[in-house]
């Protein structure tokens, strides 16, 4: 599909913003009515394409009057960006649905919104339209950038408004964002997957993949710069295949050479790397950057080739295996991530252990492991040969003990190192003590004060606590 802004998008964008207005009266009502400014609450479920998603969202209520608070029991809005890639994270929205019923019963101004991948979902649809009735306004993952246009139509009625499209090859920029972190930031450079790996519901939820037009992304990052921020992180389901489908074609690879020259920028990070189309030029430009953090998120899946045909991965243990080795061999220094699934149709124990045959031999930093949840409409929904729970358990249990072993054998070798970090927040348990994020992505804790925030500094490393280090700075 071929993607550059057009004038529809441009003319989208001024749209949008006349709805925004329209909304702000709605919203200044309502504070005349409060006797307060109205308060919002966006709530994140899933990844990091959500919580950027959130930031938008977020953006549009301060836009026509909100503030934002984080407490459901404080707000006049409740926005749930839900997540559906695990059926736990659907579980966990119900659940939290039943006890915002109670808080709108002594809020009668409360008004109830979902919005996420979840809505993508038929039979979600039809499940809250059943039993949760007091929910406002339903929107999907492709209409998001009509967020005013939908709180309007929300203000004007009283019934349940539902809006879900199939698809969209809408992008629409500059919109207001609300960002979470003044330092860092999100940007997305695709939506979408085309993969269809037969467990995974994402291709179905977030549609076909559709890449930004490389101009807008430089452009977007270059205001971020401007605005403060030192870290990004590229986000697309498959980065790697990054601008196949535009007009003029551009690979992943020389998007981020581009994204190297923006002056200010100090540290590039991207998310996810479908191991089939990471490229020998993205090894490069990586081995050759100054920006790119030395990590990289390679989710495997499964370590059984039977298992790897089956999910639809389209490669094998062995070429992973080789894949792993060309990068360590040309970044020696780079922390390696991964997610895995246990529990697939047909999955043995044996076949567990070619998952954990595969942890032994990349040596992981960190691994995600999930077990294997159906989801309706994949291809491995529909398979034979569901795995028993605690055979599923069992290999779980095993590859998780491997995963964490490897781990802390791999953050162990940095002892005593002394490594840049981007102090990112004051410590949760101990104020006096700040959180950097090192560029393999490992957290350090040390003396510091919150005047350090946004700040590459120097750390030693001193003490390994596992899965993280404390250390102090040594500048
Ligand atoms: N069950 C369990 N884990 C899943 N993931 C995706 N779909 C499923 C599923 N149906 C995991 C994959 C993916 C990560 C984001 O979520 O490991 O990489
Ligand atoms: Fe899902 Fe596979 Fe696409 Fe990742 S690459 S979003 S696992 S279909």
């Not at 991948?117 to 492709?142: N, W």
């Not at 062995?318 to 999955?347: H, M, N, S």
């Not at 291809?379 to 028993?388: K, L």
Request: proline residues 3%.
């Amino acid at each position: 599909m071929t993607r550059y802004t057009s004038t529809d998008d441009v003319q989208e964008e001024n749209l949008q913003r006349e709805y925004m207005e329209k909304a702000a009266v709605y919203v200044s009502a309502l504070k005349e009515e409060l006797g307060r400014t109205p308060r919002g609450c966006v709530v994140t479920f899933g990844c990091q394409m959500n919580a950027r998603d959130s930031e938008k969202l977020s953006g549009i209520l301060i836009k026509i009057g909100y503030e934002l608070t984080e407490s459901e029991e404080e707000a006049d809005l409740v926005l749930y960006n839900t997540c559906t890639v695990r059926d736990n994270a659907n579980q966990r929205v119900y659940g939290r649905l039943g006890y915002l019923n109670s808080l709108k019963k002594k809020n009668p101004h409360m008004r109830i919104l979902l919005c996420g991948c979840m809505m993508q979902e038929p039979a979600v649809i039809e499940k809250i339209r059943k039993s949760y009735r007091f929910v406002d306004l339903i929107f999907g993952t492709h209409n998001i950038f009509k967020f005013a246009q939908l709180l309007v139509t929300m203000y004007e009625n009283q019934e349940m408004i539902v809006d879900i499209w199939q698809e969209t090859d809408q992008i629409v920029e500059q919109l207001p964002v609300n960002r979470k972190y003044s330092y860092k930031s999100g940007i997305n450079i695709m939506f979408g997957c085309n993969n269809f790996c037969s467990y995974c519901i994402v291709p179905y939820v977030r549609g076909r993949e559709r890449s930004r037009d490389p101009k807008e992304i430089l452009r977007e990052i270059e205001r971020l710069v401007e605005d403060g921020v030192v870290e990004i992180m590229l986000l697309g389901q498959n980065v790697n295949s990054y601008g196949k489908n535009l007009e003029h074609p551009i690979t992943f690879a020389a998007l981020l050479r581009e994204v190297e020259k923006i002056e200010g920028l100090k540290r590039i990070r991207f998310m996810t790397s479908h191991p089939k189309d990471l490229s020998d030029e993205l090894i490069e430009v990586m081995r050759d950057s100054k920006k790119i953090c030395r990590h990289l998120h390679l989710p495997v899946q499964a370590g059984s080739d039977r298992i790897l045909k089956a999910m639809n991965r389209r490669y094998t243990k062995e070429q992973y295996l080789a894949l792993v080795e060309k990068i360590r061999t040309a970044i020696p220094d780079i922390a390696i991530t991964t997610d895995i699934i246990v529990g697939f149709p047909g999955e043995t124990l044996a076949d567990v252990e070619e998952t954990i045959d595969v942890v032994r031999k990349v040596q992981y930093d960190n691994a995600f492991t999930f077990i294997y949840s159906k989801r309706t409409g994949t291809p491995a929904a529909a398979m034979e040969e569901q795995v028993p729970e605690a055979v599923v358990r069992e290999g779980f249990d095993k590859l998780l003990k491997v995963v964490q072993d490897t781990a802390r054998e791999r953050a162990a070798l940095l002892q005593g190192k002394v490594m840049e970090a981007l102090v990112e927040e004051v410590n949760e348990q101990d104020a006096s003590l700040m959180t950097g994020r090192l560029s393999n992505n490992m957290l350090v804790h040390f003396p510091a004060d919150v005047s350090m925030l946004g700040r590459l500094v120097r750390v030693s490393l001193d003490t390994c606590h596992g899965f993280y280090y404390t250390g102090h700075i040594v500048d």
